[in-house]
């Protein structure tokens, strides 16, 4: 059974730039997540799709942050303009059902410089 | 609201000695537990879960952990570690039964396990 996919596994932009991830789940999981990890914490829910829509984004950064799950497959999160604090480690997981066990792929690490 | 709180940011232990990690979680309603763990530049992987049932719960490389609902806490632990057991270990709390959380984790800050020779 392939894993999640995610791309790039890194990135390194300018602040202001914008930049934007993709992640492809585990074939068949209903429930797709983009967490951010800063060096030194734990992962932060950002967005939470189930299918292909919005669960929670409560803790989204709405004026710079977008994500979308067309078709309720794969999908894409996006920063723009990105910030320096934006510097960190963007995971997307998915799982079978809300609250079941998640799985990760292996993480963007963005560099804002 | 739930939380976490993993109370212990390092673990320094030497090889084949046994280690425990703490956890402490916040929440007014019934949850599931995991514990994940995350090898340097990789993504986090599964270890063990607590949904229900027997409290003591087993997962993979010989680690298990303990709930303890009237003191809110998962402990994981293992009778003698590795080398390779050097690592971040999260623990992870979630509500599937209300509409409010639905499903939603959430995670602790993490602990960072280092095993010595």
């Known amino acids: 059974e392939a894993g999640v996919a995610q791309s790039p596994r890194y990135k390194i932009i300018e602040k202001r730039q914008s930049v934007a991830f993709w992640c492809n789940p585990i074939?068949?999981?209903?429930?797709l997540y983009w967490y951010q990890q800063i060096l030194g914490q734990g992962p932060k829910l950002l967005i939470q799709f189930q299918n292909n829509g919005v669960v929670d984004d409560s803790q989204l950064p709405k004026d710079r942050f977008s994500a979308e799950r067309l078709k309720g497959v794969d999908s894409t999160l996006k920063i723009q303009p990105a910030k320096l604090e934006d510097s960190a480690v963007y995971l997307c997981a998915s799982s079978s059902g809300l609250g079941n066990e998640q799985f990760f792929g292996p993480g963007t690490r963005l560099t804002v410089l | 609201a739930q939380s976490v709180t993993q109370l212990d940011s390092q673990v320094p232990v030497f090889e084949e000695a046994p280690v425990e990690l703490r956890c402490n979680y916040s929440s007014s309603v019934s949850v599931y537990l995991f514990w994940y763990v995350q090898y340097p530049n990789q993504g986090l992987q599964l270890l063990l879960k607590y949904l229900s049932g027997s409290t003591l719960v087993k997962g993979i490389n010989g680690f298990e952990a303990e709930f303890n609902k009237s003191q809110t806490s998962f402990h994981l632990r293992k009778p003698s570690v590795h080398i390779s057991d050097t690592a971040e270990y999260f623990c992870?709390?979630?509500?599937?039964?209300?509409?409010?959380?639905?499903?939603?984790?959430?995670f602790g800050d993490g602990t960072t396990l280092t095993v010595k020779p």
């Open positions: 992870a709390v979630s509500d599937p039964f209300t509409s409010t959380n639905a499903g939603k984790s959430t």
């Open positions: 074939s068949g999981h209903a429930t």
